[in-house]
């Protein structure tokens, strides 16, 4: 089992900047890798982005791509997600997600969630 805290979130203007956190406890050996997702009122949760935990490779959601960077510290037990060039259609709770693998078994766990409000 893995426990996962999210802190950063909060209020900004469209154009600014957020940086996401999230920590990872528990059993971090298992991790594949880890990510986010975000959820407007009103609609499905979306993939963001998400780090393989080994080789740090990314992969993000075109809304993503060239406006937000997640990076990781496996040391820490640890992934960011900076978010530039903010827009108003961001407003979303944003949620830490890991992917843990035992073999071919695998098992997502989540975070609690941060607000994100972007004002135009």
């Known amino acids: 089992q893995v426990q996962l805290v999210e802190s950063g979130g909060g209020s900004v203007q469209a154009g600014g900047s957020l940086r996401l956190s999230c920590a990872a406890s528990g059993r971090t050996n298992r991790v594949y890798a880890m990510g986010w997702f975000r959820q407007a009122p009103g609609k499905e949760r979306e993939f963001v982005a998400v780090v393989n935990w080994s080789i740090g490779s990314a992969r993000y959601a075109d809304f993503a791509e060239g406006r937000f960077t997640i990076s990781r510290d496996n040391v820490k037990n640890t992934v960011s997600l900076q978010m530039n060039s903010l827009k108003p259609e961001d407003t979303a709770v944003y949620y830490c997600?890991?992917?843990?693998?035992?073999?071919?078994?695998?098992?997502?766990?989540w975070g609690q969630g941060t607000q994100v409000t972007v004002s135009s």
């Open positions: 997600y890991a992917d843990l693998r035992w073999g071919k078994v695998k098992y997502d766990y």
